[in-house]
């Protein structure tokens, strides 16, 4: 079995990539400080302790695993710290990413896959977003993306170093058989939020923003599901192993839902009703991001086949259900 080096593993998508990697056949090295992940997370492989922000434990798992490839998840992606802290974003983002890709260099490994943002275009008001759009971040997460996105081309050139990058829409939902799911602190995602509502853990939904030049005037996401989102991983993983080369790809489904059409979804799929505020804007949010997303399907072949609102809610509602992790 080949070996793959997964930081961030221990947290949402990362832990929900391992379980797919290892139903492909994958052995994923999840490689992770614990800052926002579960140990108990760390189900389907060999679990790394390290901060990449230590160069000394990036090689140590290098020399212990000897990967094949990296998948890189591991990342600060708070919109809003980002805005207060950007010191922050650019030391751990762009330093741990600059570290890791050293690191697999010296140690000759070549194939990385990165999780980026669809936050790297910024906010261009309702314009279907491919690859080719333009990339212009308006906060400080998304501008140390596109930062790690810049590094990856050099090096590529540079040091021949393959790489995918992902950019991701708004990932949402929970691993169908409950194994894993997703469990942020602080959370601040629409569908766990307006979950925790439904389910009386929290008083209301606040809504942000009713004013925006939308349908209804709510902002509009593209949603796709974390197990369609880390299928296209694999993918992208089995792609540069067969040396394709190095390429962009968004993953979004196409489509835009607004926040009121999430909360109408969630009442047919759990029977109650969301209690709801009708609150400010947030800070740093776009009015509508949606993906032309025909590349990853023609190219990489990947179906998105779970990403429909009822299937999203429907598995966060299961995993919210649930006790969730304790550690
Ligand atoms: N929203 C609410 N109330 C809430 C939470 C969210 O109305 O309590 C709204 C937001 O304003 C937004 C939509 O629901 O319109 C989705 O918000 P999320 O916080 O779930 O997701 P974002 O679109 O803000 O963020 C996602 C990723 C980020 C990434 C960003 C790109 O989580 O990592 O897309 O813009 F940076």
Redesign the pocket.
């Known amino acids: 079995m080949q070996t793959v080096l997964v930081t961030g593993g221990a947290g949402y998508i990362g832990s929900h990539a391992c379980k797919v990697l290892k139903a492909a056949g994958f052995t994923p090295v999840t490689f992770d400080n614990l800052n926002t992940g579960w140990e108990e997370a760390v189900k389907f492989g060999p679990f790394f302790k390290g901060d990449l922000m230590n160069r000394a434990d990036v090689d140590a798992a290098f020399a212990q695993y000897r990967p094949v490839a990296v998948l890189h998840f591991a990342a600060l992606?708070l919109?809003g710290e980002s805005m207060k802290d950007p010191g922050k974003y650019w030391r751990v983002n762009v330093m741990g990413a600059l570290n890791l890709i050293e690191g697999a260099l010296v140690a000759g490994c070549r194939n990385f896959v990165f999780s980026s943002?669809?936050?790297t275009y910024g906010d261009q008001d309702g314009v279907l977003l491919d690859e080719n759009s333009v990339q212009k971040p308006i906060n400080s997460?998304?501008a140390s993306k596109r930062a790690i996105e810049d590094m990856l081309v050099n090096f590529g050139e540079s040091h021949g170093l393959n790489h995918v990058i992902f950019r991701y829409f708004?990932v949402a939902g929970s691993d169908p058989d409950g194994e894993v799911g997703e469990q942020h602190v602080p959370e601040?995602?629409?569908i766990p939020?307006m979950l925790d509502a439904v389910a009386g853990k929290r008083p209301a939904?606040?809504?942000?923003?009713s004013d925006y030049p939308t349908r209804d005037g709510t902002?509009v996401?593209d949603y796709v599901h974390v197990m369609d989102l880390v299928q296209a991983h694999v993918l992208g993983l089995q792609w540069l192993l067969e040396g394709k080369g190095n390429r962009v790809f968004n993953l979004g489904t196409g489509t835009g839902f607004t926040?009121r059409e999430v909360i109408e979804a969630s009442r047919t799929v759990t029977n109650r009703e969301v209690p709801i505020i009708e609150g400010a804007r947030?800070a740093g949010?776009?009015t509508a991001?949606v993906s032309g997303s025909a590349r990853a399907i023609e190219e990489l072949g990947w179906e998105p086949v779970h990403s429909t609102l009822r299937q999203m809610i429907g598995d966060a509602w299961g995993w919210a259900q649930g006790s969730g992790y304790s550690k």
């Not at 939904?205 to 923003?209: E, N, V």
């Open positions: 992606s919109v943002t669809c936050a997460y998304g708004n601040t995602h629409l939020l939904l606040t809504i942000f923003g902002c996401r926040v947030r949010d776009a991001l």
